[in-house]
């Protein structure tokens, strides 16, 4: 973990005579940082003073190392819950930023993080210099993690400035930290990332932008950077059994977690699964088509979706207008311009406008994932073309099979009748002799 620490010098009183009363003191420039302890690790104060020793601050429980020019304190008070509160302050000694934060760290490039109570959980949000909010990581969206009763906050003995949150999977050993701070040479790979950053820490997934700030806290239980189910500016991702969405380019979350299945966008449509019906989202998350349906294809050039309803199949259009009737055993995705359809265990096949181009005749049948297709029927196969004509192609696989059935039976037969006409012709020479 790598922050920005200012020169200083951390040692026990030096030549200047005032110093002396203090255990340990910082010089930065033309200030001092004191420290007086009085019982270890329960009762100490710091100030900020000047060359001479006039003290340029009142008693703080601590004051952390300069950045940027300014420093993070904690004040003597403790909040209601016995902790203690960080802000900054600047080396005049005047509070830049109100101290009302659980923990925070030293600024980098003009911003910091600061963590806050929010309800049950924690939350970390990023401020600049004068305490204005850059960005709020979402966390009231990740419920099972980050909740204040699993969580401690760990100091250094006399150094409450050097704090962390530690939020316990399993004690003594095993936790999650919300803040994270990265070694120089991850640092450098990020900031040198095209868009976003994931990272993997302990089996859980983070989102970190290229100017070093969380924008998913280490909490997602998958990631799909390769887009095998992402499109359209969203990456989907998964927090706990839920899939939702963020941009891949700034990390931010677009689509809370709300669904249980997804499906790849096409023609700029997401099929998402939720209370066991499919419905369809934009690329801004906006709902587009309720959640209707049991069954749903990806949306093809023909502007179609083959849906389904208890068990009855058809078609609707982008817009979730219904463009062939909900009747059908099943219907398969439009391709070149053509659907293949079930009735009663028999298949036949229709265009966009609903006209069959064929009689539902066949027995076993394919979609048209090329320029044609095979189909069978009365024991005999047929390569099918777009316009609906057949040309024969062979015999059914089904009496092929028949065939090769018969055949092995013939063999069997022939084969025992074989066997017992040399085992007729052994007994006949033995009894000859």
Same mark, same amino acid.
């Given at each position: 973990?790598?922050?920005?620490?200012?020169?200083?010098?951390?040692?026990?009183?030096?030549?200047?005579?005032?110093?002396?009363?203090?255990?340990?003191?910082?010089?930065?420039?033309?200030?001092?940082v004191v420290k007086k302890v009085s019982i270890p690790c329960r009762s100490y104060e710091t100030f900020i003073t000047d060359k001479s020793g006039r003290k340029l601050t009142p008693a703080y429980r601590d004051i952390g190392d300069f950045a940027e020019g300014v420093a993070e304190f904690v004040p003597l008070e403790l909040n209601a819950e016995?902790?203690?509160?960080?802000?900054?302050?600047?080396?005049?000694?005047?509070?830049?930023?109100?101290?009302?934060?659980?923990?925070?760290?030293?600024?980098r490039d003009g911003k910091t993080w600061v963590i806050y109570p929010s309800g049950k959980h924690y939350g970390l949000s990023y401020i600049d210099l004068t305490g204005k909010e850059l960005y709020r990581i979402p966390i009231h969206h990740y419920s099972k993690d980050y909740l204040i009763k699993d969580s401690d906050i760990d100091f250094l003995c006399n150094h409450d400035t050097k704090e962390d949150v530690?939020?316990?999977?399993?004690?003594?050993?095993?936790?999650?930290i919300l803040n994270f701070n990265f070694s120089r040479f991850i640092e450098k790979e990020i900031k040198a990332a095209k868009f976003i950053y994931h990272f993997n820490y302990k089996g859980k997934f983070g989102i970190i932008d290229k100017n070093m700030m969380l924008k998913?806290?280490?909490?997602?239980?998958?990631?799909?950077?390769?887009?095998?189910?992402?499109?359209?500016?969203?990456?989907?991702?998964?927090?706990?059994?839920?899939?939702?969405y963020i941009s891949p380019f700034t990390g931010d979350l677009i689509v809370p977690f709300e669904y249980t299945d997804t499906r790849k966008p096409t023609n700029g449509l997401f099929w998402v699964k939720k209370n066991g019906k499919w419905g369809c989202i934009d690329k801004t998350g906006k709902l587009h088509i309720q959640h209707l349906y049991d069954e749903a294809t990806g949306f093809t050039a023909e502007n179609r979706s083959a849906v389904a309803i208890n068990g009855k199949? $058809?078609?609707? %259009?982008?817009? #979730?207008?219904?463009? &062939?009737?909900?009747? *059908? +055993?099943? =219907?398969?995705?439009?391709?070149?311009g053509i659907s293949m359809i079930?009735?009663?265990?028999?298949? $036949?096949?229709? %265009?966009?406008? #609903?006209?069959?181009? &064929?009689?539902?005749? *066949? +027995?076993? =049948?394919?979609?048209?994932?090329?320029?044609?297709t095979t189909v069978e029927r009365s024991w005999l196969r047929f390569e099918l073309s777009l316009d609906g004509k057949e040309k024969f192609a062979g015999f059914s696989y089904k009496l092929n099979a028949v065939f090769i059935i018969i055949g092995v039976l013939i063999f069997v037969w022939l084969n025992n009748l074989f066997y017992q006409r040399v085992l007729k012709r052994r007994l006949v020479k033995k009894t000859t002799k």
């Open positions: 973990m790598q922050s920005a620490w200012a020169p200083a010098q951390i040692t026990p009183a030096g030549n200047k005579a005032w110093l002396k009363e203090y255990n340990e003191y910082r010089e930065y420039d033309d200030i001092y016995g902790q203690g509160l960080h802000g900054f302050i600047d080396k005049r000694g005047k509070i830049v930023i109100e101290p009302k934060y659980t923990s925070t760290d030293r600024f530690l939020w316990w999977i399993a004690r003594p050993t095993d936790f999650h998913v806290p280490v909490a997602l239980d998958d990631i799909d950077p390769e887009y095998k189910y992402s499109g359209q500016g969203m990456e989907r991702v998964q927090y706990g059994d839920k899939y939702g199949f $058809g078609h609707i %259009d982008k817009s #979730g207008k219904v463009r &062939t009737p909900l009747k *059908y +055993d099943f =219907a398969s995705y439009y391709n070149h079930r009735i009663d265990d028999k298949y $036949g096949y229709m %265009d966009t406008t #609903g006209h069959f181009i &064929t009689e539902i005749i *066949y +027995d076993e =049948a394919l979609p048209f994932d090329n320029l044609t």
